[in-house]
């Protein structure tokens, strides 16, 4: 530890510190998602997480109808459909990946800022 470090931990009294603690458990993957449901844009969340859904539903057909095509030219086309599903797939999954990180980093940056404003007080 720097003596910041040090500056900061002795500041903080034992609610602060329980308080620093709770929010230092390890967050799993689907405490976080939860998180993203609830947070401040989890209407659209949940309708990006219906999409996902229904896409990846409809991923499972697109595959079926790729090996039941019964000519090369729709085998093309399904194939076309297949890999524009799966892309967009990817990129609802990347907000969404995007959304938790934003929202780890914000919390760290609140930890910080009761960890100085703490520090401030004393």
């Known amino acids: 530890m ?22 230092d458990e390890g967050r799993g993957l689907f405490t976080q998602v939860g998180d993203v449901l609830a947070g401040p844009l989890s209407g659209w969340a949940k309708l990006i997480f219906g999409v996902a859904f229904v896409l990846g539903i409809a991923l499972i057909y697109f595959v079926y109808r790729f090996f039941t095509a019964p000519g090369f030219e729709e085998s093309v086309w399904w194939g076309m459909v297949t890999l524009a599903a799966l892309m967009m797939q990817g990129f609802i999954k990347e907000w969404l990946y995007a959304r938790m990180n934003m929202l780890s980093i914000l919390r760290e940056v609140k930890r910080l800022q009761l960890q100085v404003s703490m520090l401030d007080k004393r």
């Not at 720097?2 to 929010?23: G, H, K, P, V």
Request: glycine letters at 0%; a negative charge.
């Open 2 to 23: 720097n003596n910041t470090d040090d500056r900061i931990a002795s500041a903080l009294d034992e609610d602060d510190r329980a308080f620093l603690a709770s929010l």
